[in-house]
């Protein structure tokens, strides 16, 4: 279907002046700065009835990862290790807050945000290790919980890496991966190929410059937490895979969302028609962006009814519909 009116609008105010300057001219600060404020002033009115607290988490080398905690009013039981998108390198709890939010209430989960480091002054594996050590601290802290691996974007990616170290090496057992328009392919050789290389807000170029600061040794990016699609993938838990049509990510998302299923991983995808990369994010300027970003939980929600093995929600406690459509 044709791209979002809305989002047509946007960008073609965003290009009155010419192209907007790449990820790469901008120097880190900026960068940080600008997704930051972008996020909040796209947010949608926070849902009500969920709280939230920072809470400090010890990272495997001493030092802290800042998280922070919703906890919805109707408890479904539930809880969610969320990991925030952003290249590896911009994003932070307070760009992904009303994400957090808008996912507690309607999971009825418990949602616990972590603000693992960032690429470059802290390259692979050390986000990866944070967002182990902070999904270890999530089970352990709220035990006997359907536990959610999730992410967006470069968040998604490591969402992966943590179920793959799970897998591995224990610590956990995740009942499922909500992967939110995942980077799977660090060659970039399918974003590069597809249709919406450039022109709908992330570029491959944006991609190859955040990859040359999140894994600048080119040897691990055959690593399986990086090269997802390359990855062993048997034995992960069920996911939810959701792409957005004009996403230079679109097809590789699709295509590890295939993978999983052959590798025996129950998959629900779900496509994002008309949308760009990061709609999660433009909840509050893009009916589309929400409509869509409801569909995502509710197969959320439905996959984790489903699952054997995986306690309900109490009656009385289930969680509110999902979605502003």
Request: glycine share 10%; hydrophobic share 45%; aromatic share 6%.
């Amino acid at each position: 279907m044709p791209l979002d009116r809305i989002l047509r609008s946007l960008i073609a105010w965003q290009r009155a002046d010419g192209p907007p300057p790449p990820a790469r001219a901008l120097g880190i600060a900026e960068a940080r700065e600008r997704y930051r404020a972008n996020a909040v002033l796209a947010d949608a009115a926070p849902p009500e009835g969920v709280t939230r607290a920072d809470r400090p988490v010890a990272a495997g080398d001493g030092t802290e990862i800042p998280c922070r905690v919703y906890t919805p009013e109707g408890d479904g039981d539930r809880v969610v290790t969320y990991l925030h998108g952003g290249g590896w390198v911009v994003g932070d709890l307070d760009s992904h807050d009303g994400v957090c939010r808008g996912i507690a209430a309607a999971l009825g989960a418990v949602v616990v945000s972590v603000g693992y480091r960032r690429a470059p002054e802290f390259p692979y594996p050390t986000p990866l290790r944070d967002a182990v050590a902070a999904a270890r601290w999530t089970s352990r802290v709220f035990p006997g919980r359907a536990h959610v691996l999730a992410g967006d974007s470069a968040g998604a990616a490591l969402a992966v890496g943590v179920a793959l170290d799970a897998r591995d090496n224990g610590g956990l057992r995740p009942a499922a991966q909500l992967l939110i328009y995942p980077p799977a392919d660090p060659r970039l050789l399918f974003a590069a190929a597809g249709a919406h290389a450039e022109g709908y807000l992330l570029t491959v170029d944006d991609m190859a410059y955040h990859y040359d600061l999140y894994v600048p040794d080119r040897s691990r990016r055959r690593d399986p937490a990086v090269d997802l699609l390359g990855a062993d993938l048997r034995h992960l838990p069920p996911a939810v895979v959701a792409t957005a049509e004009f996403d230079p990510l679109h097809d590789e998302g699709v295509e590890l969302a295939d993978k999983l299923a052959v590798a025996g991983v129950p998959v629900r995808h779900v496509p994002g028609p008309g949308l760009v990369h990061g709609y999660f994010l433009m909840q509050g300027v893009v009916p589309s962006a929400a409509a869509c970003a409801g569909r995502v939980l509710r197969e959320t929600d439905a996959l984790l009814r489903s699952a054997p093995g995986i306690r309900r929600p109490a009656p009385g406690r289930a969680p509110e519909a999902a979605g502003r459509d």
